[in-house]
Each structure stands twice: as structure tokens, then as C-alpha cells.
């Protein structure tokens, strides 16, 4: 080795067989790069971690229920689709313990900025399956007035945001919102759900850049499903994880096993208390799969291999924590039949009562463009109520 | 009452909001520190401080993504997109995000928040540091579309701007933001959004415009009255919602209508006026309404004052329009 010189900004750099030298030093080395996949439950349910995570048993079971009321709900509403009761509708079937798992980290002041499979964490903050369904509808019950699609659901007393179709748009709001809490001096955190498709977009990394140079509150957490519709995730990126990204933007990045429901969790916990505790943005790469089709629109068998799928429901992330929770004398098959049970109880009582509602009147269509309705706007509802009223003529 | 110029006048609104609400938060490339590439924010930081003075990594897409996630959180951010010409990376955000907010939640979320940004030609700053891209905007349900052309108005329209619920895009016409000087009180006070102006009476034709060519028309009406000619030149300043109905009387009364424009001419907001004029005025109009635009070409850099309208060509379709 030659003798060191200073640098510009005094660090040692090589003086002979500097091309080469430096080339190697200045390489950055992908192994460095590549998180290890943070797993707390093996697939039979055991532990792998040293440490169980502290959830009180009420809590997880309840969060198991509300798995079981999800899987019956996509499962009764694809179907519903298939009727035509309603127009359109995602899945998260696979994904779930992604989607609980995090939103139960997070406290109810917390910010949710969802893409278009998260559903579940609005039910268990507290979003009403009636209001869901009569979302589904768009009926004049549906608290978004039937302006959006199935499934594009809003629910400002939650602090659950507002499903964009177009992919990734909510990552640098998430940023602004947590970066507007840290302003305000409030100990709140915002989390953006994506998928890993979202992660091609340039608001995905505008979103990372800021977050890091503002060491803002947030939390990305891409659910990394494998599929963007017909695209495998080898399409999107050629990194050999999605959690490495974060090293660029000089933010925290994990990997963690999406279908465990207890790591999830972990990270995520850790994630908001990083936050809070002023140490900036957290990207989590929930490592899950698509098990369904993209959306009611789509047939996966025309660009996926069914084995795929098919190997993917051994590592069924509701499985694996009812297997956790019969070792732990929380859950028996009599459980697991009332919970089917009441789920399917409570969809039939809710779609029941949707399906009775009407749509939202014809004049509602020009509310909430604008906080006022401008003179314009006053014309035009005029002109569709002459036109409705003239129908038939 | 002091007199200023439109930086100015945008400065001093900017700063009695700021002292008013401390929601309202400045966002943007070099707004900071270095007060702006205009100065409009100057002097801002020093008050304000780093926390509501925010200079933002260079991705517009990013300041309007971060600025809608903090007026969903209560804010009331004020960004800065530094020329007109750089706002498309934000396009979707402003269409598609902003602009459907209240809308698609059914009014649960609102994003009130106004888009600072300097537009249009005549400053040698060829495509990239001239375009008019306000058609957009207007085409955009959700979206006001502000363009004030003096002092007195960018104060008070960026202040009403800012007191709204509503997402404003506010165009500050840069070829005047020194030249155009006017009394201005230093306290703050509002104009009204939704209302036009008579900028000059007259009964033989009338000429709309706002912005920077509102100083071109006044200059054609100037010309024209030493002809025997009165135009009538109407500043709209609120480009959604539109003043219609100052329009129509204005049109009603002299017959004749000359749009003028500096964006390019096909689908620019002259197409919507002259459709107007048309559905609202048929059974008064003397002649064709007129549109004295930008060409349908890129903004040129050696070009531009070929390009954009000028007293002339204004002249030209008012003798057109009054010898129909």
C-alpha cells in the first residue's frame, strides 16, 4: 500500500495505481447494501426470535379476527363482482398480516396514507363494514358521496387518507404530513402504504429525498407482493431488494417477512418510535405475494405461473399466526368457526342494508369542487336538472 | 400608501399573511435564504425563520406532493414553483391530487393551498422561462386561476388566495414584476377572487385580458383613442371562476369583443371566451369575436416579441372587428 495524501475533504486517497485503487475503494459493495429479512414467527408458528413480541392476547386475537372478517369479505365481495352488485373490487388476500400488523404499531393519532389494498386498517381503526360496503355501492350513504370507484375509500376522522388510483401519489403527501407534524411540534407519524410497482415512480423518490434531508416523521411501507398487475417485480427494479433504496436517501431501511404478522409489527413499532423520537423516515419492505388477481379486472393465470400462487398459500400469513396462537392456548377450532361465522354475519347484515340505500341524489354531483359553488357551477346543476326533468319528453 | 411593484406587492402579502396565520408556510427552490430568483420571498427567512421558510430539494413534483400532505395536516402552504415553465413534473399532483381532494373524499379532506409561480414571455428567456400554461389549470375542475396584472391586485388577490379553502393557482405576469408600480397600502386588505375590472371604459369594443398583455391592450386603447376609437379593456384577474357577467355586459354594450392572450392560440382560454361571448352575447355582436394570441408554436427565444401580441396586432383586430 503507497503512502495516503489528504483529501479534498481529508480523507485518505491512494497516490499510486490510483485508477485502480480507487475504483475498488470507491465501489460500493451490494452486499453491504442487503438487508437480512427480519422474521419473529417460522411458518409452523414457533418462535425464531429470541424476544416475543409484547401484544396482549385480547389484542392478537382480535387482530386474527379481523384477518378471518377480511379473507370472508374479499371473498364474498369478488364474488359480488362477479354478479354484478358491484362494479369493481381489490383483494388483499395473502397480504393481510402486511396490513394488520402495521396499522397496529401505529397509535389512532398516527396518519395512514393508503394505496388500494388497505381496507383492513381503516376497519380496525374503526371504519364501519357498512360504511365500507356503501363505498363499494356508491350509494348515498358512502361518506366519499360515490365520487370514486370501489374501494377508493376516505376517512378524515380517521386519519385514513384517500385512495388514488394513480400509483404512488400518496408517498410525498405522506411526507408533507408527517413533515407538517414535525413542524407543528406534534409527536405524530404518517405511514404511506405502496406496492412494489410504486417504488418505479419518481413521487416515490421524491418522497425518500425529502423525508431524508427533512428527517421527516414518515414511514413507507412498500408491500412487496411480487406482481403490479401482470409485472413481476424483476421488471421494476434491478436492485436485488426494494429496502436498499433507502441507503441513497440516507433513511432507514428494513426488510421484513410481510406475512408474519408479529415482525410486521416489530418493525414497524420500531419505525414510529424512530420517528417520533426525531431519527427521521423508515422505508419497510413487507416481503408478501398477490395471491389473487390485480383487481375484479384482471386474470393472473394469463401471466403467472399457477404454482406460483399455489406455493405461496403455504406461507399463508393467517395460518401461520393461528398456528402461533394454538400454541399458545389462544385460539381453538371452535374459535376459528364463530369467528367465520360472525364475519359472515356481519357482511350479510351490512350488505344487506347497503344494497337497500339509494344512489346519492343527481345535484350532489357539483358539491365539494369547490368549498363554494361558483356561478358556472350553479349553471351547469341547473342545466342537468332541466335535463333530468325533461326526460322522456 | 407606498408605492411598489408587483414583487413587492406579492412580498407585503405574503408577509402580512405570515404575521396573521403561522399555519402559512413558504415552500420552494431558493425561496429561502436567497429570498427567491425574483425576490419575492425576500426577507421572509430572516422573519419567519428555516421552519416556515422552507427551501426544498430541487423536485417540483415533490414541493406540491409535500405541500398537499400539509394542508391535509392543517397548514396552509404557500408554494413556490420557480418558473411556470418547470411546473409539469407537478402536474399530476396539481390535477389529479390537489385539484380532487374535496372532491373525491365528498368534502371530508380539503387541501386549500396557493401555487406561487412566475409566467410568460418578453424577458429573453426563450421556451423554458416563458410559457403561459394557465389553460391547463382553468381545463381542471377543482382549481381557482388567478393573474394579476399590477401591484394593487397581487397583493390583494394573493391575500384572498390565501384566506380561501380553495387550491389557487397564482400566475404573477414576470415581465411587469417591476415595471408595473402603484400605490399599495402596506396593511393587508383583499380583492376579491370571481371579479374582473375595468381597467379603461369605452363603448366601441371590447378588449380582454389579464396579466401582462392587459398593459398591451391598455397601450392598443390608448392608440385607438387618438384614432376616435373607445375600447373598452377589461382585466379579468380571476380566470376560474370567471367573471362572466362583467364580460357580457361589457360585450352586450360595445358589440365587439378582442381577446388578447399570450399563450399559443388553439384550446388557449380565448377559446373559452370567445365561446362565451358567443352563447351569451349572439344577438348583440357586431362582428366576430377576435383572438389576438401566441402563435401555436414553442415560445421562440429570438422571436418572442414576433411571437407575442403586440399593440398591433391588438389595433389590426380591433379595425377588423369595428369595420366587420
Same mark, same amino acid.
Given at each position: 500500500?503507497?503512502?495516503?495524501?489528504?483529501?479534498?475533504?481529508?480523507?485518505?486517497?491512494?497516490?499510486?495505481?490510483?485508477?485502480?485503487?480507487?475504483?475498488?475503494?470507491?465501489?460500493?459493495?451490494?452486499?453491504?447494501?442487503?438487508?437480512?429479512?427480519?422474521?419473529?414467527?417460522?411458518?409452523?408458528?414457533?418462535?425464531?426470535?429470541?424476544?416475543?413480541?409484547?401484544?396482549?392476547?385480547?389484542?392478537?386475537?382480535?387482530?386474527?379476527?379481523?384477518?378471518?372478517?377480511?379473507?370472508?369479505?374479499?371473498?364474498?365481495?369478488?364474488?359480488?363482482?362477479?354478479?354484478?352488485?358491484?362494479?369493481?373490487?381489490?383483494?388483499?388476500?395473502?397480504?393481510?398480516?402486511?396490513?394488520?400488523?402495521?396499522?397496529?404499531?401505529?397509535?389512532?393519532?398516527?396518519?395512514?396514507?393508503?394505496?388500494?389494498?388497505?381496507?383492513?386498517?381503516?376497519?380496525?381503526?374503526?371504519?364501519?363494514?357498512?360504511?365500507?360496503?356503501?363505498?363499494?355501492?356508491?350509494?348515498?350513504?358512502?361518506?366519499?358521496?360515490?365520487?370514486?370507484?370501489?374501494?377508493?375509500?376516505?376517512?378524515?376522522?380517521?386519519?385514513?387518507?384517500?385512495?388514488?388510483?394513480?400509483?404512488?401519489?400518496?408517498?410525498?403527501?405522506?411526507?408533507?404530513?408527517?413533515?407538517?407534524?414535525?413542524?407543528?411540534?406534534?409527536?405524530?407519524?404518517?405511514?404511506?402504504?405502496?406496492?412494489?410497482?410504486?417504488?418505479?415512480?419518481?413521487?416515490?423518490?421524491?418522497?425518500?429525498?425529502?423525508?431524508?434531508?427533512?428527517?421527516?416523521?414518515?414511514?413507507?411501507?412498500?408491500?412487496?407482493?411480487?406482481?403490479?398487475?401482470?409485472?413481476?417485480?424483476?421488471?421494476?427494479?434491478?436492485?436485488?431488494?426494494?429496502?436498499?433504496?433507502?441507503?441513497?436517501?440516507?433513511?432507514?431501511?428494513?426488510?421484513?417477512?410481510?406475512?408474519?404478522?408479529?415482525?410486521?409489527?416489530?418493525?414497524?413499532?420500531?419505525?414510529?418510535?424512530?420517528?417520533?423520537?426525531?431519527?427521521?423516515?423508515?422505508?419497510?419492505?413487507?416481503?408478501?405475494?398477490?395471491?389473487?388477481?390485480?383487481?375484479?379486472?384482471?386474470?393472473?393465470?394469463?401471466?403467472?405461473?399457477?404454482?406460483?400462487?399455489?406455493?405461496?398459500?403455504?406461507?399463508?400469513?393467517?395460518?401461520?399466526?393461528?398456528?402461533?396462537?394454538?400454541?399458545?392456548?389462544?385460539?381453538?377450532?371452535?374459535?376459528?368457526?364463530?369467528?367465520?361465522?360472525?364475519?359472515?354475519?356481519?357482511?350479510?347484515?351490512?350488505?344487506?342494508?347497503?344494497?337497500?340505500?339509494?344512489?346519492?341524489?343527481?345535484?350532489?354531483?357539483?358539491?365539494?369542487?369547490?368549498?363554494?359553488?361558483?356561478?358556472?357551477?350553479?349553471?351547469?346543476?341547473?342545466?342537468?336538472?332541466?335535463?333530468?326533468?325533461?326526460?322522456?319528453? | 400608501?407606498?408605492?411598489?411593484?408587483?414583487?413587492?406587492?406579492?412580498?407585503?402579502?405574503?408577509?402580512?399573511?405570515?404575521?396573521?396565520?403561522?399555519?402559512?408556510?413558504?415552500?420552494?427552490?431558493?425561496?429561502?435564504?436567497?429570498?427567491?430568483?425574483?425576490?419575492?420571498?425576500?426577507?421572509?427567512?430572516?422573519?419567519?425563520?428555516?421552519?416556515?421558510?422552507?427551501?426544498?430539494?430541487?423536485?417540483?413534483?415533490?414541493?406540491?406532493?409535500?405541500?398537499?400532505?400539509?394542508?391535509?395536516?392543517?397548514?396552509?402552504?404557500?408554494?413556490?414553483?420557480?418558473?411556470?415553465?418547470?411546473?409539469?413534473?407537478?402536474?399530476?399532483?396539481?390535477?389529479?391530487?390537489?385539484?380532487?381532494?374535496?372532491?373525491?373524499?365528498?368534502?371530508?379532506?380539503?387541501?386549500?393551498?396557493?401555487?406561487?409561480?412566475?409566467?410568460?414571455?418578453?424577458?429573453?428567456?426563450?421556451?423554458?422561462?416563458?410559457?403561459?400554461?394557465?389553460?391547463?389549470?382553468?381545463?381542471?375542475?377543482?382549481?381557482?386561476?388567478?393573474?394579476?396584472?399590477?401591484?394593487?391586485?397581487?397583493?390583494?388577490?394573493?391575500?384572498?388566495?390565501?384566506?380561501?379553502?380553495?387550491?389557487?393557482?397564482?400566475?404573477?405576469?414576470?415581465?411587469?414584476?417591476?415595471?408595473?408600480?402603484?400605490? !399599495?397600502? /402596506?396593511? %393587508?386588505?383583499?380583492?376579491?377572487? *370571481?371579479?374582473?375590472?375595468? &381597467?379603461?371604459? +369605452?363603448?366601441?369594443?371590447? =378588449?380582454?385580458?389579464?396579466?401582462?398583455?392587459?398593459?398591451?391592450?391598455?397601450?392598443?386603447?390608448?392608440?385607438?383613442?387618438?384614432?376616435?376609437?373607445?375600447?373598452?379593456?377589461?382585466?379579468?384577474?380571476?380566470?376560474?371562476?370567471?367573471?362572466?357577467?362583467?364580460?357580457?355586459?361589457?360585450?352586450?354594450?360595445?358589440?365587439?369583443?378582442?381577446? !388578447?392572450? /399570450?399563450? %399559443?392560440?388553439?384550446?388557449?382560454? *380565448?377559446?373559452?371566451?370567445? &365561446?362565451?361571448? +358567443?352563447?351569451?352575447?349572439? =344577438?348583440?355582436?357586431?362582428?366576430?369575436?377576435?383572438?389576438?394570441?401566441?402563435?401555436?408554436?414553442?415560445?421562440?427565444?429570438?422571436?418572442?416579441?414576433?411571437?407575442?401580441?403586440?399593440?398591433?396586432?391588438?389595433?389590426?383586430?380591433?379595425?377588423?372587428?369595428?369595420?366587420?
Amino acid at each position: 500500500v503507497s503512502s495516503g495524501a489528504a483529501g479534498p475533504e481529508g480523507e485518505q486517497i491512494m497516490a499510486e495505481n490510483a485508477i485502480e485503487t480507487a475504483a475498488e475503494l470507491g465501489r460500493i459493495r451490494k452486499d453491504d447494501l442487503v438487508p437480512d429479512l427480519v422474521q419473529v414467527l417460522r411458518e409452523d408458528g414457533t418462535l425464531r426470535s429470541r424476544v416475543e413480541p409484547k401484544i396482549p392476547p385480547a389484542d392478537l386475537k382480535r387482530l386474527y379476527g379481523l384477518m378471518v372478517l377480511c379473507r370472508q369479505l374479499d371473498h364474498r365481495m369478488m364474488n359480488l363482482q362477479r354478479q354484478g352488485r358491484i362494479g369493481f373490487y381489490m383483494t388483499a388476500t395473502g397480504e393481510e398480516a402486511a396490513i394488520v400488523g402495521s396499522v397496529y404499531a401505529l397509535e389512532p393519532t398516527d396518519w395512514i396514507l393508503p394505496c388500494y389494498r388497505e381496507y383492513a386498517a381503516a376497519l380496525y381503526r374503526g371504519y364501519p363494514l357498512r360504511d365500507f360496503i356503501c363505498q363499494l355501492l356508491g350509494n348515498a350513504e358512502d361518506i366519499t358521496k360515490g365520487r370514486q370507484m370501489p374501494i377508493h375509500i376516505a376517512v378524515r376522522a380517521l386519519n385514513f387518507g384517500s385512495v388514488s388510483s394513480p400509483v404512488g401519489t400518496q408517498i410525498p403527501q405522506a411526507m408533507g404530513i408527517a413533515w407538517a407534524a414535525k413542524l407543528r411540534g406534534d409527536p405524530t407519524v404518517a405511514l404511506a402504504y405502496f406496492g412494489d410497482g410504486a417504488t418505479s415512480q419518481g413521487d416515490f423518490h421524491v418522497a425518500a429525498n425529502f423525508a431524508g434531508v427533512y428527517k421527516a416523521p414518515v414511514i413507507f411501507l412498500c408491500r412487496n407482493n411480487g406482481w403490479a398487475i401482470s409485472t413481476p417485480a424483476s421488471v421494476q427494479t434491478a436492485a436485488e431488494t426494494f429496502a436498499q433504496k433507502a441507503v441513497a436517501y440516507g433513511i432507514e431501511g428494513v426488510r421484513v417477512d410481510g406475512n408474519d404478522l408479529l415482525a410486521v409489527y416489530e418493525v414497524t413499532k420500531r419505525a414510529a418510535e424512530r420517528a417520533r423520537a426525531g431519527l427521521g423516515a423508515t422505508l419497510i419492505e413487507a416481503v408478501t405475494y398477490r395471491r389473487g388477481a390485480h383487481s375484479s379486472s384482471d386474470d393472473p393465470s394469463v401471466y403467472r405461473d399457477e404454482a406460483e400462487p399455489r406455493a405461496w398459500e403455504e406461507k399463508d400469513p393467517m395460518v401461520r399466526l393461528r398456528r402461533y396462537l394454538e400454541r399458545k392456548k389462544l385460539w381453538s377450532d371452535r374459535d376459528e368457526e364463530r369467528a367465520l361465522q360472525e364475519a359472515q354475519r356481519e357482511v350479510h347484515k351490512a350488505l344487506e342494508e347497503a344494497e337497500a340505500i339509494p344512489p346519492p341524489p343527481p345535484a350532489s354531483l357539483f358539491d365539494d369542487v369547490f368549498a363554494d359553488l361558483p356561478p358556472h357551477l350553479v349553471e351547469q346543476r341547473q342545466e342537468l336538472l332541466d335535463a333530468i326533468k325533461s326526460k322522456g319528453r | 400608501m407606498a408605492v411598489m411593484n408587483i414583487i413587492q406587492a406579492v412580498n407585503s402579502a405574503l408577509r402580512g399573511e405570515m404575521r396573521r396565520d403561522d399555519r402559512i408556510v413558504v415552500l420552494g427552490e431558493d425561496v429561502g435564504k436567497f429570498g427567491g430568483v425574483f425576490r419575492a420571498t425576500d426577507g421572509l427567512y430572516k422573519e419567519f425563520g428555516q421552519d416556515r421558510v422552507i427551501d426544498t430539494p430541487l423536485a417540483e413534483g415533490g414541493i406540491i406532493g409535500a405541500a398537499i400532505g400539509m394542508a391535509l395536516y392543517g397548514l396552509r402552504p404557500v408554494p413556490e414553483i420557480q418558473f411556470a415553465d418547470f411546473i409539469y413534473p407537478a402536474f399530476d399532483q396539481i390535477v389529479n391530487e390537489l385539484a380532487k381532494f374535496r372532491y373525491r373524499s365528498g368534502g371530508q379532506y380539503t387541501a386549500p393551498m396557493v401555487i406561487r409561480t412566475p409566467y410568460g414571455g418578453g424577458i429573453r428567456g426563450g421556451h423554458y422561462h416563458s410559457q403561459s400554461p394557465e389553460a391547463y389549470f382553468i381545463h381542471t375542475p377543482g382549481l381557482k386561476v388567478v393573474v394579476p396584472s399590477n401591484p394593487y391586485d397581487a397583493k390583494g388577490l394573493l391575500t384572498s388566495a390565501i384566506r380561501g379553502d380553495d387550491p389557487v393557482i397564482f400566475m404573477e405576469p414576470k415581465r411587469v414584476y417591476r415595471a408595473a408600480r402603484g400605490e !399599495v397600502p /402596506e396593511e %393587508p386588505f383583499e380583492v376579491p377572487l *370571481g371579479k374582473a375590472h375595468v &381597467a379603461r371604459e +369605452g363603448k366601441h369594443v371590447t =378588449l380582454l385580458a389579464y396579466g401582462a398583455m392587459l398593459h398591451t391592450a391598455l397601450e392598443a386603447a390608448r392608440i385607438a383613442h387618438d384614432k376616435g376609437i373607445e375600447a373598452e379593456v377589461i382585466d379579468l384577474r380571476t380566470l376560474l371562476p370567471l367573471d362572466i357577467d362583467l364580460i357580457v355586459s361589457s360585450v352586450q354594450k360595445t358589440g365587439r369583443a378582442v381577446i !388578447v392572450h /399570450e399563450a %399559443p392560440r388553439t384550446c388557449g382560454f *380565448g377559446a373559452e371566451l370567445s &365561446a362565451l361571448i +358567443g352563447e351569451k352575447c349572439f =344577438l348583440y355582436l357586431e362582428a366576430p369575436v377576435h383572438r389576438v394570441t401566441g402563435f401555436d408554436t414553442p415560445f421562440p427565444y429570438t422571436l418572442e416579441h414576433e411571437y407575442l401580441p403586440d399593440a398591433n396586432r391588438i389595433l389590426t383586430a380591433v379595425d377588423k372587428a369595428l369595420n366587420f
